[in-house]
């Protein structure tokens, strides 16, 4: 067995010039006689080898044959891979069973291989083709060489057979006619033991490849996907390296969440640039056997991560509208630069997972949007309530639950009916109607009854509905207005509801302190200590009360605030809390109204007396 890497040049043993001289007949007989113990000897093999489907056992009933019949002490049958350009062989006599690649161009074989000539080789060592590194590294020592190449019926060249030291003597033309004879014999059951074993493999392939697509495109969290996807890819091709970047169409960037081989890194840049900017925006894959010699490889991240690249593999992944929504780039084949089917395999590969990597981009925005309103109903001050179409409670935020007075596993799935019930029944009602007329109603001022507690609300009930049109439940928005309600109960006692209402909507910002110019009105009543001793407790407190009223009302027309009672004294304020105009002139016309009104109202007591 020899797999030399120089180009052989063989002695081919000449042709006689003349016919021979007639022989004996004894010597005719002989030749009969050894002519059909070698038809006997190819019947022979042309049986075992047709009984046999396995390619490395076909191989080895070869070379056990042609071994014992041309008295050999070693033979090897090598056959060519046609997507490698290598000569391989998968058994060698001596030794033990493993496989032998090399260049169809090298050595003895790959000459014979080229050729198409069959050679014989009585000198190896005085060869200048001959590699003597095999025997010295195996400590064999090889002494004549035969080799034939294994030619199909229609002359194509799948082989070389190959033997090595004769045990007597050295090989000539009749060992090669044997050789070449039996060669022959075995190449029918070799083309389709190796179509089968093609078979085998492609359908293993195939089914591996279903597989992987199958647990890829199982998951749907878009950073374990990228992950799967890098790592199926790296094995798959068996690389080294492997990245998948996908387009952000806001940022015109490509980026990466995960490189194998990289960590949890995320890159980012234009997606224009580089290797990977020029798959995506072209759209055309990429195979770049030696990186450093491509204008377009950027060598500044290998020596930013301190990784050499020699191989670069880059496909596009383009979704089923035929849009490219990313690329998948492999570096660094194990055992050579990326073939043909490497390429094939990638581009089916990136094919089947883009329906998954668009899902997975499309429920992690939806997830996204998701946390992105779950967050923003938390920070609502009004409480929100979701049901579905079923009537079940489905969300209620935190402000819903702080006005309900209740924890989230007393009311998130709870059916409405159960939960707003008895003195909450009129909510369920109007809930009801806005599932059925799917228009929103609204209570202003509602009573709700929550933890045994009456709650002053504002309540607003939408229906939910699908952008295609369908019923997907209701909302309602619950506004807790108790406390307002009390503050505006209490400020009504001092000045108009309606200005009241004015320093409510105002805010917190009205209530703080601040310098404005402001109209400020007393009034008292003239001689009211002799008054007071006059009518006594009783009948002073009844003057005053109605006193006061029609006084404030003057006040309050004019949008006056009252500030105090001062005694039988008012103090009122106009241009706060809210400012006007003509405040000056207000205040005078509450003036005069005030007078006017106390007239008419003395007017009245002269009458009664």
Wanted: with cysteine.
């Amino acid at each position: 067995m020899n797999d030399g890497k120089r180009t052989l040049t063989a002695r081919r043993v000449p042709a006689p010039a003349a016919a021979p001289a007639p022989a004996p007949a004894a010597a005719v007989a002989g030749e009969e006689r050894r002519r059909l113990q070698q038809a006997e000897m190819l019947l022979a093999l042309s049986r075992k080898v047709a009984a046999i489907d396995s390619l490395d056992e076909i191989i080895e009933t070869v070379l056990e044959m042609t071994s014992w019949e041309l008295g050999a002490e070693r033979a090897t049958l090598f056959l060519n891979d046609p997507q490698t350009g290598e000569l391989y062989s998968r058994f060698a006599q001596g030794t033990f069973r493993r496989e032998i690649r090399f260049l169809n161009t090298q050595g003895i074989a790959g000459h014979v291989f080229q050729t198409g000539e069959s050679l014989l080789v009585e000198d190896p060592y005085n060869n200048p083709h001959f590699n003597r590194q095999v025997d010295q590294q195996t400590g064999f020592t090889t002494r004549n060489i035969i080799a034939v190449p294994v030619k199909t019926v229609k002359g194509e060249i799948i082989g070389v057979a190959q033997c090595l030291n004769k045990k007597e003597g050295s090989f000539g033309e009749e060992d090669l006619r044997v050789l070449e004879a039996m060669t022959s014999q075995a190449t029918v059951a070799l083309q389709s033991s190796q179509f089968i074993e093609r078979m085998k493999k492609n359908r293993e392939k195939e089914m591996e490849f279903l597989d992987i697509v199958a647990d890829v495109t199982s998951d749907i969290d878009l950073g374990s996907l990228l992950k799967k996807v890098m790592s199926e890819a790296t094995r798959m091709l068996q690389a080294e390296r492997s990245t998948l970047f996908l387009n952000d169409e806001k940022t015109n960037e490509l980026w990466s969440q995960v490189g194998e081989g990289l960590g949890a890194t995320q890159i980012r840049f234009p997606n224009h640039l580089g290797i990977a900017g020029a798959v995506f925006t072209q759209n055309k894959t990429v195979n770049i056997p030696h990186a450093y010699a491509d204008l377009r490889f950027n060598p500044g991240f290998d020596k930013k991560t301190g990784f050499f690249t020699r191989s670069i593999l880059c496909v596009p992944v383009v979704n089923k509208q035929g849009k490219v929504i990313g690329v998948t780039q492999i570096l660094n084949k194990r055992g050579g630069p990326f073939t043909d089917e490497d390429e094939q395999r990638l581009r089916a590969f990136t094919a089947q997972i883009s329906i998954g990597l668009e899902n997975a981009k499309l429920f992690a925005d939806v997830q996204n949007m998701k946390n992105y309103n779950e967050s923003m109903l938390q920070s609502m001050s009004n409480g929100v309530i979701t049901l579905n179409e079923d009537g079940k409670i489905v969300t209620c935020n935190a402000a819903g639950l702080h006005i309900l007075r209740a924890a989230a596993k007393d009311v998130i799935g709870k059916q409405a009916k159960d939960y707003f019930a008895n003195e909450n029944a009129w909510l369920l009602e109007k809930i009801h109607k806005v599932e059925e007329s799917q228009t929103g109603e609204i209570a202003m001022d509602a009573e709700l009854i929550c933890g045994g507690e009456k709650t002053s609300s504002n309540i607003n009930i939408q229906p939910l509905m699908s952008a295609e049109g369908k019923k997907l439940g209701s909302m309602v928005m619950i506004d807790d207005i108790s406390s307002e309600k009390r503050m505006k109960s209490t400020m009504a006692r001092y000045m108009d509801p309606g200005l009241a209402d004015q320093l409510l909507a105002s805010g917190a910002e009205a209530l703080g302190g601040r310098s404005v110019p402001a109209t400020i009105l007393f009034s008292d009543v003239r001689g009211f200590t002799t008054l007071s001793e006059s009518l006594g407790p009783q009948g002073i407190v009844s003057v005053l009360n109605e006193y006061f009223t029609l006084m404030v009302d003057c006040i309050t027309r004019e949008g006056g605030m009252l500030d105090k009672f001062i005694g039988d004294a008012i103090m009122a304020e106009f241009g706060l809390p809210v400012a006007h105009d003509d405040d000056e002139d207000r205040a005078v016309r509450a003036a005069i109204a005030m007078m006017r009104d106390m007239n008419a109202w003395n007017a009245e007591r002269a009458a009664k007396g």
